[in-house]
């Protein structure tokens, strides 16, 4: 794989937060109304959920290792330049830092010589990259997540592991807060129109169960547990779809449940999901 292995964070585990969860229909605010969306599921003003990642285990499929200094993922709005400072000792201590710079801030990350860096800080653009952290700044509640890309106001961190689907946090970069976050295993597109986001992703689930051995029973776990939106998808992935993937991996290992979909976001957090792909099942390995 392209990614590499993270330990779990310690994110998995704290508390989730008390939010409501619309499924089946989604809210726009538009002109100041609300109007009903059929088929779209909603999450607005998420925080830090991790509804969709059981037990703390996170994967990448296919996606995400950082983009380096000057590998940008398509649609994301280039850096100015990327500086890092390497870890002091050899092993790494994770006592590097990045720091990517825009034309009006810098985001500062520490410990990337490690699986699981620490909180960035968004910092005025001719700030110093430096190994000890500034007074000042705004910081994010990104640990173990890594800067994937910036999208206008956006900017989009991502958690990968090689166990399951990992997922990505959205921040505003003129406040600091997290927008919206998901369970995913590849980012696909992204474009900015009229201060709107859109984004399309693989979307993944990590089931406690497998898809290919029992593939109802553990269908209807995920419907129960509230991690895939209700009247969307009529049942679970094909069997000869799990055969595929598990080929000679045992069929009682859990699976990862994945399916396209798209994102738009505002400014305020305001999200809405669509489901726009096939449901896909993988292993967890």
């Not at 001719?126 to 956006?154: E, M, V, W």
């Not at 129109?193 to 859109?198: F, Q």
């Not at 998808?233 to 859990?254: L, M, N």
Request: positive net charge; charged residues 20%.
């Amino acid at each position: 794989m392209l990614f590499r292995k993270a330990k779990r964070s310690k994110r998995f585990f704290f508390e989730k937060k008390k939010q409501k969860t619309f499924v089946g229909l989604g809210l726009r605010r538009l002109g100041g109304a609300i109007l009903a969306l059929p088929w779209v599921y909603i999450r607005a003003r998420l925080g830090l959920m991790r509804n969709n990642l059981p037990f703390g285990i996170g994967l990448a499929l296919t996606l995400i290792a950082s983009p380096g200094a000057a590998q940008v993922p398509a649609g994301f709005d280039p850096p100015d330049k990327t500086v890092t400072i390497p870890s002091s000792t050899e092993p790494p201590s994770g006592d590097a830092v990045t720091c990517v710079f825009y034309n009006d801030v810098m985001i500062r990350m520490p410990g990337t010589d490690t699986p699981a860096p620490g909180n960035a800080m968004i910092l005025p653009p001719r700030a110093t990259c430096g190994r000890n952290a500034p007074g000042h700044g705004l910081q994010l509640l990104s640990d173990s997540l890594i800067l994937y890309g910036r999208k206008g106001p956006f900017l989009v961190f991502v958690f990968d592991d090689a166990v399951g689907a990992g997922y990505f946090t959205i921040f505003d970069v003129r406040t600091g807060h997290a927008l919206f976050d998901d369970g995913v295993t590849s980012i696909t597109s992204v474009k900015l129109t009229h201060g709107l986001l859109e984004m399309r992703y693989n979307r993944g689930v990590n089931a406690s169960c497998s898809l290919f051995s029992d593939p109802d029973g553990c269908w209807s776990i995920l419907n129960a547990n509230g991690q895939i939106p209700r009247g969307v998808f009529t049942g679970p992935p094909p069997v000869a779809a799990c055969a595929k993937t598990y080929g000679k991996i045992s069929d009682s290992d859990d699976s990862v449940l994945s399916y396209d979909a798209v994102l738009t976001l505002d400014g305020l957090g305001l999200a809405k999901v669509v489901p726009v792909g096939p449901l896909q099942c993988n292993p967890q390995p």
